[in-house]
Nanobody
Framework: QVQLVESGGGLVQPGGSLRLACEAS????????MGWYRQAPGKQRELVAGISTDGSTNYADSAKGRFTISRNNTRSTVYLQMNSLKPEDTAVYHCSIGRFRGGVYWGQGTQVTVSS
């Protein structure tokens, strides 16, 4: 079955960096667009960044210039490099199949907390 396992979250100070990873299994990863999404307390889940099968990327305005999404098809893993983190980036980050909106399958998420 489809499994998505996120990792790499944690507590970081404003201005810091984190690299999230999402390891996928149960489907042909190289044929799937992938995306990172986040949900802050009391807010709806939102797209952060997406990547197509050919490596084309898209970002939420809040992520442009600070976050970079990438993928390694050999490892069936999608990454999110997050730099210059702000307190408003605090959320649970999930990956899913789909680069603009998530699909049926979601990982358990990884908590990112940006605080001094």
């Amino acid at each position: 079955q489809v499994q998505l396992v996120e990792s790499g979250g944690g507590l970081v100070q404003p201005g810091g960096s984190l690299r999230l990873a999402c390891e996928a299994s149960g489907f042909i990863f190289r044929l799937a667009d992938m995306g990172w999404y986040r949900q802050a307390p009391g807010k709806q889940r939102e797209l952060v960044a997406g990547i197509s099968t050919d490596g084309s990327t898209n970002y939420a305005d809040s992520a442009k210039g600070r976050f970079t999404i990438s993928r390694n098809n050999t490892r069936s893993t999608v990454y999110l490099q997050m730099n210059s983190l702000k307190p408003e980036d605090t959320a649970v980050y999930h990956c899913s199949i789909g680069r603009f909106r998530g699909g049926v399958y979601w990982g358990q998420g990884t908590q990112v907390t940006v605080s001094s």
